[in-house]
Structures are given as C-alpha cells and as structure tokens.
C-alpha cells in the first residue's frame, strides 16, 4: 500500500489521509483477526491452519483487485489483515522451535525475510505495476503470489508440528495481565507506531518534501528495501542472547536517524542516507521483539508461547493502525507531510524509554 498511496487517492478520489486509512484497516484486521483465530483453531493442526488462512489472504486480494470503490477495497485488506496475525505468530513460533535455542533470534529473522524480501521487491514492483498499469493489478499479483505460497506451504511445509495445548479465554487474559509481557507488548506498538507512522507516508513525503520524481520514488523503496532486508538479518544475529539490551540500543539509533530525516528530507543526497539507515534500523528491531515475547512467555505463563507470538504480531499491528493513523492527521495539519518524522520519532523515544524500564525492573536472566 505504501507505494500506492497517492495512484490510488487520485483515482478513487480521496485524500492521502483517507487512502493511508486503508493501511489503518489492514492492521486493525490483524490485530483483531490474529488473537481471535489463533484463539478458535488452537487444536487445529498447524499445517492445516496455515493452509487455510493462505486461502483467506487469496481471497482477500482478489476483493481488492476488482474494487471500484474504497469500502469494498477495505473490506479485502481487512480480510487479507485477518490471517497476517496466525500466519506470522505461529509461523515464527514454529520456526523458534526447530532450531538450537542459541539461534532462535535469527530463526525468527529467516521467516521473517518473507516480509523484508518483500519490502526489497514487493514494495517497488507493486508501485512500478500501480503506477503504469492501475493499481488493481497489484493487488491480483500479489492474489497470485498467495497461491504460489500455497502451494510451496504444502509441499515444503512438515507435518506433524508441535501444538500448544488448546487454550481458554481465561488464558488468554492471563496473558495479557501478565505485567512482563504488557511490558514486552508495548515495545512492540510504540516502535512500530513509530516506524508506520513515517513509513506509511513515506512516498508522498518523498514526492512533496524532497521532490523525487514518482520514478524516483519507486527506486527509493528498492533502495529502503535492501537495507531492510540487512537490517532483520543483522538485528536476528545481535538479538540472540539479549534481546532487550539489543533493542535499547536499536530504538535510540532508530528515534536519531527519525529526527535527522525531518531536518534532511529537503536535501535530496543527504536524504539518501537517511533513508537507507531508516529502512536498517526500522527492521533490525522485528526479530529481539518477537523472542522476547517468545520468552516471557516461556518463563512466566509455559504453554502460552503461541498466543503470546501472535498477540505480539496483534501489538505490531496495532502500533501500525496508531502510527498510520496519527501519521494522517498529522499530513493533514500544519505540520504537513514532512512532520510524519518527528511524530515517528516521539513513538520510538516511547519505546525507548519502556525497553529502559524492562532492563531495570525485569528479573529474567535473558535480559542481564
């Protein structure tokens, strides 16, 4: 949807807030979609589940592919939202577990390279196609890169993959009274408030605060992509042993390079810089986060580990839907486009500040 932003406001005829809503939407359907599926199909085998909600995610874009007005495209991106949550949460969890416990973080950082090659080629391609053949038929290519994923999921995928006992509301909530994992949740919303509240903008505050050229554009997300994709790797290998110090660190970087975007976005070579560092940064925190979750789940509530991951994945999105949001209306205030970066900014300090107080007040091994 990055990408798409301005194409698709200019032909369904809404502002570029309006159309950064749909991005609001698809979060909102992760958030809420993820917990309540993982809730209903717990005893359902996990090859099986994720084959399923592989379906939906077809489903899903295929509704936005033929949408000809805004309600019925944020009905297709809520649908595809619905399965991201499952899909990522049990996914990562199943990929912590098939490994050594000294390589999870970069276990979870190997799945989670489907999200960064798709911010590598995904985010490019589907703006190039969007903007030279309709943004309609983005969405049907990715429809079809959904089957394609189907298919390599049933064959590729084992079966007979550990389950977690089936889980009650009751342990639900247990989960989310859990004082440490609250903590570990709201790292999770406010860097990614942080990250989507700039992101989401990102080529209208290109286009209009730099002057890049839609083109140009197109090879900045390449180029944003590509240091992604170095940021989660890397991020996974310095993770692996203690994850909230890691972060720490990463959300004070991530919250300086925000603050110098705002200043540098009218300077276009400065800008290059910026970007790249942004896109490392950004992404370099996915992986620390998801294990840690994964590990205070193990340590204080055993047996919730899926639930955690996956309302982690709902904590992404839900910092997505705030970040996106805000970011709006901060583009429609004085502040314009260009004020996205500080208001990144202050939601990654937030971050910051919380990944401080869990080094100081937790009492688990993994963070000393």
Same mark, same amino acid.
Not at 261 to 266: E, G, K, R, S
Not at 325 to 345: D, K, N, Y
């Given at each position: ?43 359902? @085998? ?240 996915? @992986? ?81």
């Amino acid at each position: 949807m990055v990408g798409l932003l301005p194409t698709i406001a200019n032909d369904l005829r809404i502002s570029i807030p309006t159309a950064g809503s749909i991005v609001t939407f698809y979060a909102l359907g992760v958030a809420i979609g993820g917990p309540v599926i993982t809730a209903l199909t717990s005893r359902v @085998p996990r090859k099986q589940l994720l084959l399923c909600i592989l379906l939906l995610f077809i489903v899903g874009n295929a509704i936005a592919a033929v949408a000809s007005v805004f309600w019925l495209l944020a009905i297709g991106r809520v649908l595809s939202g619905f399965c991201h949550g499952v899909f990522i949460g049990i996914g990562a969890n199943i990929a912590s577990t098939l490994v050594p416990e000294h390589r999870r973080a970069t276990a979870i950082a190997i799945m989670f390279t489907g999200l960064t090659v798709a911010m590598v080629t995904g985010v490019p391609l589907g703006t190039f196609i969007g903007e030279h053949y309709g943004w309609r038929f983005t969405f049907a290519g990715v429809a079809f890169l959904g089957a394609l994923s189907f298919v390599a999921n049933f064959i590729l995928l084992p079966g007979g993959l550990a389950m977690s006992k089936p889980l009650r509301l009751a342990d639900q909530v247990k989960v989310l009274k859990n004082t440490s994992l609250l903590r570990g949740f709201a790292l999770t919303v406010f860097s990614f408030a942080g990250v989507f509240g700039t992101f989401t903008y990102l080529s209208p505050l290109l286009e209009k605060a730099t002057g890049f050229s839609r083109d140009a554009v197109t090879l900045l997300l390449l180029l944003y992509g590509v240091f992604v994709a170095l940021g989660n790797m890397v991020g996974g290998k310095v993770s692996n042993k203690a994850p909230v110090k890691a972060l720490v660190i990463l959300f004070g970087l991530l919250t300086v390079v925000l603050v110098l975007l705002f200043f540098i976005v009218p300077f276009k070579v400065p800008t290059l810089f910026v970007l790249a560092a942004m896109g490392f940064f950004a992404f370099s925190i996915v @992986p620390g986060m998801q294990l840690y979750v994964v590990q205070l789940a193990e340590r204080h509530l055993p047996g919730t580990e899926d639930v955690a991951s996956t309302l982690n994945i709902a904590a992404f999105n839900i910092g997505i839907a705030m970040g996106s949001s805000i970011g709006g209306m901060v583009v429609a205030s004085a502040f314009g486009v260009r004020g996205v970066a500080l208001e990144g900014a202050l939601f990654v300090l937030v971050a910051f500040v919380f990944g401080l107080v869990s080094l100081v007040r937790s009492d688990d091994s993994f963070n000393r």
